[in-house]
């Protein structure tokens, strides 16, 4: 009898299973050779959230002022922070309101709390809302008679107020220039008052944010006909001007030997910095202020030893007139360093700053030695040095 053959008989794909099973079980871990699977690392417990801190630029504000947005940052157990969306309330919205992003506006003088509240957690801001200065066009009566310096903020025709005078902005920055300048030199500057207070004129300017700026270094003697022709130069006044525009890679500028220094505080200008952050520390447009004063007084000579880069000095970058080569960020500033080329050096035969009319002599005073930073002085580096353009 004849047998019949087997039936044979599989799946589709099967016998490319089977094989891929085979070369799995041969490649496989433990005694056949294969690679330990690595335990699994446990996850580390979340961190835990243990305060909030809240950064403000200032608490004193003047009615209609907004500033901000305050920022809200968690403390945690780990001993790291880092921002939080915080959620903002004022105790009474009377007196300041606060919006979602954390801008503070001033609504009445009075004193609020603005609180950031995060998860469980709240942080409380105290401020004060003072009313606005009032705002001079003309230069007012001198409290005194002689020498001083005349204030002036000047805007282009068709830039948006930012009431640098009404605000305060001015009066601090000026108060930071004098504690700085008291610590460094042992002098400040004699400043036109009214009633005791900065006498500041508002000038809005017959030219256009644009028009000025194309100007470039004409743009200070502009500056200078504007104030002759709405309030006059006065014989005895040197003219402190914070232009609300800007001119193309500087800062500010100064006629060589008066009557005008500026310094230009555009927010689209030289610095992320304001004027009068803090009355008690000077940054960069306090810098700018005092290097422009300076070359008004007539800073810095032909004969000083380290005179160079017109009218400036090169000696050491850690000087407010510097303007040598080296570019390295420096945040300090220091009125001559080593008392030799512009200020104090005592010399009949090159001008000497010290012996400018415009000074008033005060009792405190710290010799500059080198590494010495003064606490009245916080210029960010980025804005070191200083950039002017001198006329």
């Known amino acids: 009898m004849q047998r019949m053959p087997s039936e044979k008989w599989f ?32 996850r580390p417990p979340p961190r835990q959230l243990t305060g909030l801190e809240v950064f403000v630029e200032r608490t004193q504000i003047r009615v209609g ?33 606060v919006a979602e992003d954390g801008i503070v506006t001033g609504v009445s003088a009075g004193v609020v709390e603005i609180n950031a509240t995060f998860e469980s957690f709240t942080e409380t ?6 009313g606005p200065n009032p705002r001079n066009t003309r230069d007012q009566p ?45 002098y400040r ?10 006498d500041v004129t508002f000038l809005r300017l017959p030219f256009t944010h644009q028009e000025g700026d194309g100007r470039s270094g004409s743009l200070v003697f502009d500056l200078e006909q504007a104030i002759r022709d709405s309030i006059g130069i006065a014989p005895n006044k040197i003219y402190a001007v914070y232009y609300g525009g800007r001119s193309a890679g500087v800062c500010g500028s100064a006629n060589l030997g008066g009557p005008v220094g500026a310094v230009y505080v555009h927010r689209d200008g030289c610095s992320n910095s304001s004027p009068g952050m803090d009355p008690e520390v000077a940054s960069t447009y306090e810098g700018v202020m005092v290097h422009e004063l300076l070359h008004v007084y007539g800073a810095v000579a032909p ?38 080329d ?10 000497d700053t010290a012996n400018s ?35």
């Not at 920022?71 to 300041?96: C, E, K, L, M, R």
């Not at 801001?125 to 003072?130: A, K, N, R, T």
């Not at 510097?322 to 300090?332: D, I, K, N, Q």
């Open 11 to 42: 799946l589709p794909g099967f016998g490319l299973l089977a094989a891929a099973v085979l070369l799995t079980l041969s490649c496989g871990g433990g005694e056949n050779g294969g690679t330990p699977v690595a335990p699994t690392t446990p």
């Open 65 to 97: 002022q907004a500033v901000g947005p305050l920022v809200a940052y968690g403390q945690y157990d780990d001993g790291t922070t880092g921002s939080v969306n915080a959620t903002w309330t004022s105790s009474d919205p009377a007196v300041a309101e």
């Open 125 to 130: 801001v105290d401020f004060e809302v003072d």
């Open 142 to 186: 001198d409290d005194t008679s002689g020498p001083q310096i005349h204030v002036v903020y000047a805007l282009p025709s068709d830039v948006e107020d930012g009431n640098l005078d009404r605000y305060g902005d001015i009066a601090r920055s000026f108060a930071a220039i004098q504690n700085w300048l008291s610590e460094d030199i042992g």
């Open 189 to 198: 500057l004699l400043l036109d008052t009214y009633g005791g207070d900065l």
């Open 303 to 340: 004969c000083a030893p380290h005179q160079g880069g017109g009218a400036h000095v090169q000696d050491d970058p850690a000087d407010v007139m510097y303007a040598g080569t080296e570019r390295e960020p420096r945040a300090e500033a220091v009125v001559d360093v080593g008392r030799d």
């Open 342 to 351: 512009y200020f104090g050096h005592g010399r009949a035969d090159c001008l």
């Open 357 to 391: 009319r415009f000074w008033e002599r005060v009792e405190s005073r710290r010799a500059w030695s080198p590494g010495r930073r003064s606490s009245h002085v916080d210029i960010p580096v980025a804005d070191w040095p200083l950039r002017c353009e001198l006329h």
